[in-house]
């Protein structure tokens, strides 16, 4: 069959799956490319397509649009379509559906789909890449939970896959076994080169553990980027609301490239028209608060005590509530008046919710104090 030229490593165009009896495509017009040795993290809420895309990869499901091309080869299109089986995509589930009736041993050779001694220096490599070799004995139901997802692991590596599909990896894991799973999982894949899509829930497992991150909503790639980006320059107001802690404060353009809000003058993308009714994006730490007796604008509704942090909510004398994160040893009485002010690098602008399109004008400013005037800008 013929390559697209498009095709390098791992790359869907235009791909859209629509189950039997649905109206609503599970995934609608799905395009983007992902490199050798780089890992992608899907998040997005539950029924948003996360899963449906990985069965699409993997060929447990066949799509009815677009091209899948992996390392260079077409595996599916609408009218082509090569087996799950040879595709060499690595699976980790959610389960990790190990055997139980197999050793540690077994388990990594039933990857292989033979006994051949051939293959034996890879899984003792394998296993002591995991850290798994002296346990290599032992059954499944005597191994901790960590254990278990580094043996999953270990066998979707040992064929060494094209790709390696993680849905949700460590959703079955407490807090802190996941943290550390994160980072040796995270090492392995860096070791090995493979390149390794994942689904999640978490954002900050996803922004910890992947080096590009695609949002997905109601089947749609709403934005493609890097962690950074996504969290600092979200493309639409669902992924500002989704990914962190936002408030949004409500302003108006008040002439090219500057809009005007209850905390000041902002710099604004300059293709949003004057007198548009917009709404900034504000996270947690962009908010400073003072104490103070004179020209206090905000009071304080709450505090939650988070260890190293006190999380406030503070209301603005104009009535919007904001979220601001402070140091543990700052503390505020519910009731108190303070000064609340603005640190905002990337000044991201949406339209209000009632407009037409809540897709993002951003701009990450120079500081211009000549906006300033009497209000505080950044």
């Known amino acids: 069959m013929q390559v697209p030229e498009w095709c390098e490593y791992l790359k869907l165009r235009n791909v859209t799956k629509t189950f039997p009896g649905q109206d609503v495509p599970a995934v609608s017009n799905l395009s983007f490319d992902l490199d050798y040795g780089e890992i992608l993290a899907f998040l997005g809420p539950s029924g948003c397509g996360k899963t449906t895309t990985l069965r699409l990869i993997a060929g447990f499901e066949h799509h009815h ?29 959610q389960d990790y559906a190990l055997f139980p009736h197999l050793n540690v041993w077994e388990n990594v050779r039933f990857s292989f789909n033979s006994k051949a001694r051939k293959h034996n220096d890879t899984i003792k490599f394998m296993l002591s890449l995991v850290g798994l070799y002296d346990f290599r004995n032992r059954y499944p139901h005597e191994l901790s939970g960590g254990q278990q997802q580094r043996l999953a692991l270990a066998r979707a590596l040992a064929p060494r896959p094209k790709v390696l599909l993680l849905d949700e990896p460590f959703s079955n894991l407490d807090a802190d076994l996941r943290e550390q799973m994160r980072v040796e999982v995270k090492n392995i894949l860096r070791a090995t080169e493979t390149t390794t899509i994942f689904v999640t829930h978490d954002q900050e497992e996803a922004f910890a553990f992947a080096d590009k991150v695609g949002v997905l909503q109601n089947g749609k790639l709403e934005q493609f980027d890097t962690p950074e980006k996504i969290y600092h320059t979200p493309l639409t107001r669902f992924i500002a609301d989704f990914v962190g802690e936002a408030d949004f404060l409500p302003g108006t353009i008040v002439q090219a490239g500057v809009v005007e809000t209850d905390l000041g003058l902002f710099p604004s993308y300059s293709k949003v028209p004057e007198g548009a009714e917009v709404e900034v994006m504000i996270r947690p730490d962009d908010v400073k608060i003072l104490p103070g007796t004179e020209h206090t604008n905000g009071e304080i509704l709450q505090r939650t005590f988070r260890g190293s942090i006190n999380s406030y909510m503070v209301k603005l004398d104009g009535g919007t509530v904001l979220h601001s994160d402070q140091p543990s040893t700052l503390l505020f009485d519910t009731g108190t008046r303070v000064r609340v002010q603005l640190e905002v690098e990337h000044v991201v602008v949406f339209p209000r919710t009632n407009q037409e399109s809540d897709r993002s004008h ?17």
Request: charged residues 20%; aromatic residues 6%.
């Open 65 to 93: 649009e677009g091209q899948i091309c992996l390392a260079g080869r077409t595996v599916s299109s609408p009218d082509y379509s090569i087996p799950p089986e040879k595709r060499n995509v690595g699976i980790v589930f």
């Open 362 to 378: 951003s701009y990450t400013p120079d500081v211009d104090m000549s906006l300033a005037g009497t209000k505080q800008v950044i």
